[in-house]
């Protein structure tokens, strides 16, 4: 009797330390998203940006590069010739809800190392914010 006790504290230790265990490690894992400086303004007046004087520059780059946004590699493909149909087509642009675009949360999140300037995720925001028209 007391070897079967012996036995059931030593299975109720080693599960309890092995719960304790789990327990810290879950909780312990987390990962820090670092958020680059941003200067967009979602408050003030959107500017007046135009896609292919003002953004394809900045998708060049930035983000069409290899092994990035080029076609054959990680969507949306911004290419200067496709770059539009991409984002508007490909639902990375809300336009009634800018600031959920996924485009927007892309340049605003963890992306590295090709994330645009905070002057160029402005340019961004604000052609989202104008309806993206492509001009």
């Known amino acids: 009797m007391k070897v079967l006790k012996s036995i059931n504290m030593k299975r109720i230790t080693i599960y309890s330390s092995f719960l304790v265990l789990l327990l810290f490690a879950l909780t312990g894992c987390y990962r820090d998203i ?76 963890d992306m590295q190392p090709n994330i645009p300037s905070a002057k160029d995720r402005q340019k961004i925001y604000d052609w989202i914010r104008n309806g993206a028209p492509n001009n």
């Open 34 to 109: 670092i958020y680059p400086a941003t200067a967009v303004d979602p408050n003030g007046p959107p500017q007046f940006v135009s896609f292919k004087a003002d953004l394809i520059p900045i998708f060049s780059n930035n983000c069409a590069k290899a092994t990035c946004h080029v076609s054959g590699s990680v969507k949306p493909y911004l290419t200067s010739d496709i770059a539009y149909l991409q984002l508007t087509g490909g639902g990375f642009v809300n336009i009634l809800v800018p600031n959920q675009s996924i485009i927007y949360q892309m340049i605003n999140g």
